[in-house]
Nanobody, 120 residues
């Protein structure tokens, strides 16, 4: 599985940014992030058909995950960005069965990250 995330950059606090991840194959997809000096944390996930999504509490209401399977692309729309959103963002894929109601997402494959820097 080849995953390529892009779209990161420098944005002011309160601003917006959209990340994209090119992914071939029929997978549940997710986004994670890792801030400097911190462990990697889950951000959001979306089912293959797009009908089920879950989010970390820290981004609910501000971030939206979506996908366009005709383009083999998953998106993470980020709004009302805060300095604490600064991190390297990774897209990830899961090949096995996924139960959204568990509120968790375990990835099987990882892409390289894209850096998001939010200036205050």
């Amino acid at each position: 599985v080849q995953l390529q995330a892009y779209g990161g950059g420098l944005v002011q606090a309160g601003g917006s940014l959209r990340l994209s991840c090119a992914a071939s194959g029929r997978y549940t997809m997710g986004w994670f992030r890792q801030a400097p000096g911190k462990e990697r944390e889950f951000v959001a996930a979306i089912s293959w058909g797009g009908g089920s999504t879950i989010y970390a509490d820290s981004v609910k209401g501000r971030f939206t995950i979506s996908r366009d399977n005709t383009k083999n692309t998953v998106y993470l729309q980020m709004k009302s960005l805060k300095s604490e959103d600064t991190a390297v963002y990774y897209c990830a894929a899961r090949s096995g069965f996924w139960i959204p109601s568990t509120g968790s997402f375990e990835a099987d494959y990882w892409g390289q990250g894209t850096l998001v820097t939010v200036s205050s």
